[in-house]
Nanobody
Framework: QVQLVESGGGLVQAGGSLRLSCAASGTIFSINAMGWYRQAPGKQRELVAAITSGGSTNYADSVKGRFTISRDNAKDTVYLQMNSLKPEDTAVYYC???????????????WGQGTQVTVSS
């Protein structure tokens, strides 16, 4: 089994910062890309940021220059540093990782349970 456990969400005022963490655990052989998605009420889930195992990153236009994604491969953990937060960043944030498990070929997507981020104006 594989688990992704997120932490770091909460309530913050506009202009503030939060740091999300997502740790993968279980029968993991290898992790490829990791990323953060978010889903606001009444909207579709959208990609916020992603990072490859080699460290290449990409961001949604709406968060470029404000959010930074990083990862610690030794800890199977991905982070999202969110600065200059805006009310429109309010959403449930989900961690995603492409994981290859021991004795199972191929990478498959796994999701965390989500963490709420609320930005007040």
């Amino acid at each position: 089994q594989v688990q992704l456990v997120e932490s770091g969400g909460g309530l913050v005022q506009a202009g503030g910062s939060l740091r999300l963490s997502c740790a993968a655990s279980g029968t993991i052989f290898s992790i490829n890309a990791m990323g953060w998605y978010r889903q606001a009420p009444g909207k579709q889930r959208e990609l916020v940021a992603a990072i490859t195992s080699g460290g290449s990153t990409n961001y949604a236009d709406s968060v470029k220059g404000r959010f930074t994604i990083s990862r610690d491969n030794a800890k199977d953990t991905v982070y999202l540093q969110m600065n200059s937060l805006k009310p429109e960043d309010t959403a449930v944030y989900y961690c995603n990782a492409a994981i290859q498990r021991y004795l199972i070929g191929g990478y498959f997507p796994h999701w965390g349970q989500g963490t709420q981020v609320t930005v007040s104006s």
